[in-house]
């Protein structure tokens, strides 16, 4: 990403708190999965909800839904959200309508419904190299698209959960700690094992790594 671009709005704190009723009509991977139906691009699932696309059930409330692409393509998938506003984020703040500078400069892009103001899916631009997704946390992580895709039954794609665990470690929320007690005995050994061999990596010294 380049330098931080002017502009922008800075978050109070009090907006801050008041994000979570403007995320409270989010999209499911369902809706989003029928909005981009066909797009030539590949796309999945991020964060709390990979994991429960993974579980086979949703095994707890979500406070939105997150999607990534590789950066390249977005305007493939933004095309998908015509009718809709796309705000970039990053450091506290947020770029309404964002300009080409304020995407490039962030990985973050809020769809939100011009009509009520509220935020419907938060999409990842996301660092890759061809066909190889590019880790974000440590850029010497290089994993062909093909083997950290996942889809559910009904074909919705998601991330591998060793990846979303990966980046839940850096900051461990109570909903983290759920999230990897439930999923950690549903992984198969070789899921497990790469979880460890990243965790290593990324944060030495976790303490997940003990529980793995």
Same mark, same amino acid.
């Given at each position: 990403?380049?330098?931080?671009?002017?502009?922008?709005?800075?978050?109070?704190?009090?907006?801050?708190?008041?994000? $979570? *009723?403007?995320? !409270?009509?989010?999209?499911?991977?369902?809706?989003? %999965? @029928?909005? &981009? =139906?066909?797009?030539?691009?590949? /796309?999945?699932?991020?964060?709390?909800?990979?994991?429960?696309?993974?579980?086979?059930?949703?095994?707890?409330?979500?406070?939105?839904?997150?999607?990534?692409?590789?950066?390249?393509?977005?305007?493939?998938?933004?095309?998908?959200?015509?009718?809709?506003?796309? $705000? *970039?984020?990053? !450091?506290?703040?947020?770029?309404?309508?964002?300009? %080409? @500078?304020? &995407? =490039?400069?962030?990985?973050?892009? /809020?769809?939100?419904?011009?009509?009520?103001?509220?935020?419907?899916?938060?999409?990842?631009?996301?660092?890759?190299?061809?066909?190889?997704?590019?880790?974000?946390?440590?850029?010497?992580?290089?994993?062909?698209?093909?083997?950290?895709?996942?889809?559910?039954? $009904?074909?919705?794609?998601?991330?591998?959960?060793?990846?979303?665990?990966?980046?839940?470690?850096?900051?461990?929320?109570?909903?983290?700690?759920?999230?990897?007690?439930?999923?950690?005995?549903?992984?198969?050994?070789?899921?497990?094992?790469?979880?460890?061999?990243?965790?290593?990596?990324?944060?030495?010294?976790?303490?997940?790594?003990?529980?793995?």
């Amino acid at each position: 990403m380049s330098e931080q671009p002017p502009g922008g709005i800075e978050l109070s704190p009090d907006e801050i708190v008041a994000l $979570d *009723a403007r995320w !409270s009509s989010c999209w499911t991977p369902r809706q989003v %999965a @029928d909005r &981009l =139906a066909g797009v030539e691009t590949l /796309w999945y699932v991020a964060a709390g909800w990979a994991l429960d696309l993974f579980r086979g059930e949703q095994t707890r409330p979500h406070g939105d839904l997150e999607i990534a692409v590789p950066a390249r393509c977005f305007p493939r998938v933004r095309e998908r959200f015509s009718g809709y506003v796309i $705000d *970039a984020v990053g !450091s506290g703040r947020i770029w309404e309508n964002a300009t %080409a @500078d304020a &995407l =490039a400069a962030t990985h973050q892009t /809020w769809v939100r419904d011009p009509a009520s103001g509220n935020y419907l899916v938060d999409v990842f631009r996301e660092p890759h190299d061809g066909d190889s997704w590019i880790c974000r946390r440590d850029e010497t992580i290089r994993l062909p698209y093909g083997d950290i895709i996942l889809h559910s039954p $009904d074909g919705i794609p998601y991330l591998a959960p060793e990846l979303v665990l990966l980046f839940k470690a850096k900051r461990v929320r109570t909903k983290d700690q759920a999230d990897f007690d439930d999923t950690v005995p549903r992984m198969s050994p070789a899921r497990r094992a790469t979880l460890v061999e990243l965790l290593d990596r990324v944060h030495p010294g976790h303490r997940w790594l003990t529980a793995l």
